[in-house]
């Protein structure tokens, strides 16, 4: 009955048990055999999201320039965009999984990398997404701490939360470091 809290207290002191060996932990769980519901993280907004909405306030979204938002959600940037006059695409593999992907001067990449839980498809997402950039891929995280992990239970190099959705969290130079080791 306090499997979790052993493993966790093991986490934090950068161990786990293999076998019957103990050993350093390489930040990889697999303990939860769960289905991931990644469509459970897309949110319903009202107006333009927090990487959007910086875009604009750089000046990439005053028409000049095509959009593309990759991993869309529910697509309430594209209809603000839409409602301000912007042509914008976007494809998300749930909500909008027939649209094209295609190449625009501006890609938005906003809150897509935490919520896959697979290593390999979420450095295939990053790398898709900046292949179709031509200008300008901006990418957006969840920033967070060590208390976002001990607040949930552990999987792979992230958490799964109580509505059955991953969240891996990045630290500033986590996610500076993989970006660039991804795209160069």
């Known amino acids: 009955g306090q499997l979790l809290q ?9 161990l786990k048990v293999v076998g019957h060996t103990l050993v350093p932990d390489d930040g990889v769980s697999e303990s939860v055999a769960e289905p991931v519901h990644r469509h459970r993280t897309a949110l319903r907004r009202t107006g333009l999201s927090t990487p959007m909405q910086a875009l604009l306030r750089h000046g990439f979204l005053d028409g000049r320039d095509s959009i593309f938002d990759y991993g869309c959600g529910l697509g309430d ?26 190449a625009a001067d501006v890609v938005n990449l906003g809150f897509v990398l935490n919520v ?3 290593m390999s498809e979420r450095r295939e997402a990053l790398s898709n997404a900046f292949t179709l950039a031509r200008k300008v891929l901006s990418v957006g995280v969840l920033i967070g701490g060590r208390t976002a992990y001990e607040r949930f239970r552990l999987y792979r190099d992230g958490v799964l939360t109580g509505r059955g959705t991953f969240q891996k969290y990045f630290t500033q130079d986590e996610l500076h470091a993989y970006i660039e080791a991804v795209c160069g």
């Open 6 to 14: 052993w493993n966790e207290t093991l986490r934090s002191k950068g």
């Open 116 to 118: 896959i839980e697979n």
């Open 77 to 102: 940037d594209l209809a603000t965009l839409g409602e301000m006059g912007l042509n914008a695409a976007g494809w998300d593999p749930h909500f909008r999984p027939d649209g094209t992907r295609v």
